[in-house]
């Protein structure tokens, strides 16, 4: 995790539900406590982000929520103004509403040109060396590939203009390993999992930037130890013998806790499956998958992003090791 | 019957809606399988996952566009006694938008343009919101033709929920966008409308003047397609309002999800869309966090020492101390447990103010990847939870 702190961008993807923004937020906070000037933006505008991190609203005009820890929020219109501005040199700054709305219409039409005004403020961030890291909450699993894989797509479509210009610089970036990578956030479950070990496997390949770490969120604790558990599987035996002595409730304590276990070991397996996908890919993964405990507190915002933030820099560069 | 027999039997098209990771898909197969042990006909449930998942759960190697139906063997084996036939069949976006070409150009030249040409092909597949629209065109589609008595569809897995109930009308609003008309003016002459001057030399500058030629082209063929798609795009709208139709929305009780769900229930309310019924997927069983349970946890907790040795003497092979560190280690953990569970009994009771009928499916340790397992979940679904 020391050399993920080094990289100047890392995408925090996930498939929804995982915690990806609790997860970017918590990167951020760790990489801020670090000392590192870091910017944390959230891609979708949902203000998820926002709440993780304890604050009103977030805006396209970085503000610093936390020592060393700044939070923005992207929009597509800003960044087109501030491209104009910078790139184009546009003066008539205050009439651009009509046109960026128009904009907007053929960026949602045209291929990756939303994606690449948004993936190009920060690789501009990145190349005007304005923080040491900058975290991005991006898209979900399903549509991260058509995100960063924006200036590549326009590279290959455009021939000729100012913007195939741009693309170079920025796939200059984003392809370097050492200053961009994707951490990719998922839960001990089977299709959060599965969709993971998917993107994993294409995403080099169709986007040129490279993975560089698993973030398994929600992790189980070990309850027992062999000892221990070899107790728990004949318990049933006493269950009469802990009714009479704690009352009725008895048998429900004991399911909850083998609940919780079983849960724990499907967990571990999928994981573990990951692993070994991961492993057998051509040519191999060797990411490492880092764990962040279940931290029982369903509700988000700050605390659980600073509880996140601490399992994290517990972790950092401890690979999970499969269970078996 | 249960609410969703009843629910299944009574409409012709069900759409399973709700945030990411939440089991969509698992619970739309698994409405299926209920659909098809108590209904005779032909049951469908449409997938748009592009992940795959439900043919791995049905246990098909490759499902597409095209209908696929389920061996009546796998059922056997599986244990599961159907009445109907059950179909499924995946939305290929590409394929979907390939085929809805076809038929809405005016002609084989327009047709053999657009599908050739490069920014189509780019558009298809990776306009975010493609998928959204192509789930309801095929949907109405399928509908149409009148071969199901039932279609199921487990709807993408979108940012907001709310995107596919609003997909047909951004494509009658495209159609008849300003930008529309402004790029499919031919070139040249555009150059010289005043009004689209400054857009035309901004876009000139920053996308280069052939990518524009590019996305013009794109436009003034797909524009030829206006009519089909717009009258389609309006049955497909009128369609998703039908009485024949009902959404089920599928939630967790995490935050984000319930969340979600809500303002998804809201959303179709207001549209006056019906709610067939609401999946809380996931459920804590409730007696884990009964007053029983929390009141043995504690008093376990105090009883421990003295417990230990009496419990390990009726265990083979148990010291007395490690029996107390198991003891103490239960009653510990019973709180996360019962945290969870407590929270999630408050979100359930917020979401019951939506939907007249909850249907609860409990935590299940073990994944489901095989029919045995959906039908299973069916049973759970079929157990009426009372509301509020």
Request: glycine share 6%; proline share 4%.
């Amino acid at each position: 995790m020391t050399s993920l702190l080094d990289l100047d961008l890392l995408w925090v993807t996930g498939k929804g539900g995982v915690g990806k923004t609790s997860t970017a937020a918590a990167i951020a906070e760790v990489a801020a406590r670090s000392g590192r000037s870091t910017l944390v933006c959230e891609m979708d505008a949902k203000g998820a982000l926002a709440s993780a991190l304890g604050v009103d609203e977030l805006d396209f005009t970085p503000v610093e929520v936390a020592s060393n820890l700044h939070a923005m929020s992207m929009s597509t219109e800003d960044a087109l103004r501030e491209y104009l501005r910078l790139f184009v040199r546009i003066p008539f700054i205050g009439r651009i509403g009509p046109l960026a709305k128009t904009f907007d219409f053929v960026a949602d039409a045209a291929p990756g040109v939303k994606e690449i005004l948004s993936v190009g403020k920060l690789c501009f961030e990145v190349r005007e060396q304005n923080y040491d890291l900058i975290v991005v909450d991006a898209e979900s699993t399903g549509h991260i590939v058509s995100q960063i894989g924006a200036p590549k797509v326009i590279a290959d479509l455009v021939q000729v203009g100012l913007v195939r210009e741009q693309t170079q610089w920025m796939l200059d970036i984003l392809n370097d390993a050492d200053r961009t990578g994707v951490a990719v956030v998922t839960t001990p479950e089977e299709m959060p999992v599965t969709e993971s070990s998917e993107l994993l496997r294409r995403l080099t390949l169709e986007t040129g930037v490279h993975p560089a770490v698993v973030i398994a969120n929600r992790v189980l604790p070990v309850l027992f130890d062999r000892r221990e558990q070899a107790v728990v599987d004949q318990l049933d035996a006493a269950l009469p013998t802990l009714i009479n002595a704690v009352g009725p409730g008895a048998g429900a304590v004991l399911e909850a806790a083998r609940f919780t276990d079983a849960r724990r070991r499907t967990g571990a397996q999928h994981l573990g499956r990951l692993r070994s996908e991961l492993d057998a890919a051509d040519p191999p993964l060797n990411i490492p998958i880092i764990t962040v405990p279940e931290l029982f507190a369903r509700n988000g915002g700050r605390r659980v992003v600073s509880l996140i933030a601490d399992g994290l820099a517990d972790e950092l560069d401890i690979e999970i090791p499969s269970d078996r | 019957m249960s609410e969703v027999d009843n629910l299944l039997a009574s409409r012709e098209m069900v759409l399973v809606a709700g945030s990411g990771g939440v089991g969509k898909t698992t619970i739309a197969a698994a409405m299926g399988i209920a659909a098809a042990q108590r209904q005779k006909g032909k049951i469908l449930v449409l997938t748009v996952d592009p992940a795959k998942r439900l043919a791995t759960a049905l246990g098909l190697d490759e499902v597409g566009n095209t209908p696929v139906r389920i061996e009546p063997a796998m059922f056997t084996e599986a244990g599961v006694a159907v009445r109907g036939e059950l179909w499924v069949a995946m939305l290929d976006t590409k394929a979907g938008w390939d085929e809805l070409i076809r038929r809405h150009a005016p002609d084989a030249q327009v047709r053999d343009a657009v599908l050739a040409n490069p920014l189509y092909q780019n558009i298809t597949s990776r306009f975010v919101h493609s998928h959204d629209y192509l789930a309801m065109e095929q949907l109405h589609d399928l509908h149409a033709t009148g071969d199901f008595d039932l279609v199921i569809v487990d709807t993408p897995p979108s940012r907001n929920a709310l995107s596919i109930l609003d997909a047909p009308s951004r494509m009658i609003e495209f159609f008849g966008s300003r930008l529309l008309r402004w790029l499919t003016v031919p070139y040249r002459s555009r150059l010289f409308t005043v009004a689209s001057k400054p857009f035309y030399q901004v876009a000139d500058r920053v996308l280069g003047s052939r990518f524009l030629q590019d996305i013009a082209d794109f436009f003034v063929l797909f524009q030829a397609m206006e009519k089909g798609f717009v009258k389609r795009a309006r049955a497909v709208e009128a369609l998703l309002a039908d009485a024949r139709t009902a959404f089920v929305v599928v939630t967790t009780l995490e935050t984000a999800p319930s969340h979600e769900a809500k303002f998804l229930a809201q959303a179709l309310l207001n549209r006056g869309m019906t709610l067939g019924a609401m999946v809380v997927n996931r459920v804590l069983p409730a007696r884990l966090a009964g007053n029983d349970a929390i009141a043995s946890a504690n008093a376990l907790l105090e009883a421990r020492p003295e417990l230990a040795d009496a419990v390990a003497e009726q265990l083979d092979d148990a010291s007395p101390v490690t029996v107390a560190a198991v003891l103490a280690q239960l009653a510990e953990r019973f709180d996360d447990v019962a945290l969870v569970a407590s929270r999630e009994t408050e979100r359930r009771a917020e979401l019951a103010t939506f939907a007249t009928t909850m249907l609860d499916v409990p935590w299940l340790t073990g994944d489901i990847h095989d029919i045995a397992g959906l039908g299973k979940l069916a049973e759970y679904l079929r157990v009426d939870s009372v509301n509020g």
